[in-house]
């Protein structure tokens, strides 16, 4: 018998009726990254709705999905499946400690740092917190080196005129500083 819970909690807080997929894979065959997913849109909603909990929070789908939306706009029922994969990032950070062996959420977090601090991706910075929350500080220091000679990484942030209003939709979402 399937644990509901997770599945109420994802409907209630997103407003999205993942009850209604019924597997037509649309989702699945749009999706531009379901290559580097372990399971693809599709699976991930058939799992929310057997209630498997463990096994949607410890793969890697949330964290590939580029939230393009192509998978909304493919779906004959209108589940919005990028807002269910925030739905579940926020879950994972809320439930999960951090771990150094699954990076993808450190690179998440230290994504959405950047853009808090900065109004828009600082890639120096956002690498450089992302190195540190990994303890991984040199696999891609000669890229880096080569990215920074040729002009494509800055040494000083540029900030957006409105930061306020990036900081009003960071505390709507419920992100703390």
């Known amino acids: 018998m399937a644990d509901n819970s997770l599945l109420d909690h994802i409907e ?8 209604a997929c019924f597997q037509c894979r649309k989702c699945s065959n749009g999706c531009p ?5 372990d399971y693809p849109p599709h699976r991930m909603m058939r799992m929310l709705q057997m209630g498997l909990r463990d ?25 919005e499946i990028a807002l269910v994969m ?15 062996t699954n990076t ?10 950047s853009i808090r601090n900065h109004g828009r991706v600082f890639e120096l910075g956002m690498v450089g917190g992302y190195k540190i929350k990994t303890g991984d500080y040199f696999q891609d220091a000669r890229l880096g080196l080569e ?12 900030r957006i005129k409105k930061m306020a209003e990036v900081r009003k939709i960071f505390a709507r979402a419920g992100h703390k500083e």
């Open 12 to 19: 209630k807080e997103c407003g999205v009726k993942v009850s």
């Open 33 to 37: 990254v379901v290559f580097a997913m």
């Open 55 to 79: 096994e949607l929070l410890q793969g890697n789908t949330m964290w590939v999905c580029a939230t393009c939306e192509t998978c909304a706009t493919r779906c004959p029922n209108d589940i």
């Open 86 to 100: 925030d739905v579940l990032r926020r879950l994972y950070q809320k439930e999960k400690k951090p771990d150094r």
């Open 104 to 113: 993808m959420p450190l690179f998440h977090e230290s994504f959405l740092q």
């Open 147 to 158: 990215m920074f000679k040729r002009g494509k990484l800055k040494l000083l942030p540029q």
